[in-house]
């Protein structure tokens, strides 16, 4: 992994990076210490931060202590099921597939755990719960895409 993100700096010099971890589909897992040293050798001016996948909202605490990636690496969930309870214990944000079909209830979902308010979070993040779910029963973008011509936001669903 350390590698080719080395690799992939070196041929797009001018482009930041966004580390991905997402064990359940490529069957590896970039720890807290990979990715330190991904920062290390690629530099913290080009590693920008990472989308966290595996659902483990305890790494937050991991990814924060290692001192690689300093108080300006950003962590964004990148799962739409835990990514309130990965706020909530410190992440950024999340890159989300649910905000494709509810964005104004995600935004306010986000809003509330970056402040800290977890009984907001509950409160709106309860009934998504079935949708974060569900949009994963196919790969993505399938059942987002097909979410949303049925709510009349797209004409097609077709995939590639």
């Known amino acids: 992994m ?12 001018d482009v930041p990076i966004v580390l991905y971890n997402v064990p359940g ?6 720890t807290a210490a990979t990715a330190g040293e991904i920062v290390k050798r690629v530099g913290i001016d080009k590693v920008i931060g990472m989308k966290e996948a595996s659902g483990d909202v305890s790494r937050v605490a991991d990814y924060r202590k290692e001192p690689s990636l300093g108080e300006d690496f950003m962590l964004w969930s990148g799962d739409d099921d835990t990514g309130a309870d990965f706020v909530l214990k410190g992440g950024d944000g999340i890159i989300s597939v649910s905000a494709n079909l509810v964005p104004q209830v995600m935004q ?3 809003t509330a755990a970056l402040s800290g308010d977890a009984a907001t979070v509950a409160t709106l993040n309860g009934p998504l719960k079935t949708l974060h779910n569900d949009i994963f029963c196919q790969p993505n973008p399938i059942p987002t895409k097909w979410a949303l011509q049925k709510m009349g936001l797209i004409e097609s669903c077709e995939c590639r």
């Open 2 to 13: 350390v590698e080719f993100y080395e690799g992939l700096s070196s041929r797009v010099p």
């Open 108 to 110: 306010n979902i986000m």
């Open 25 to 30: 589909r490529t069957g590896c897992d970039m």
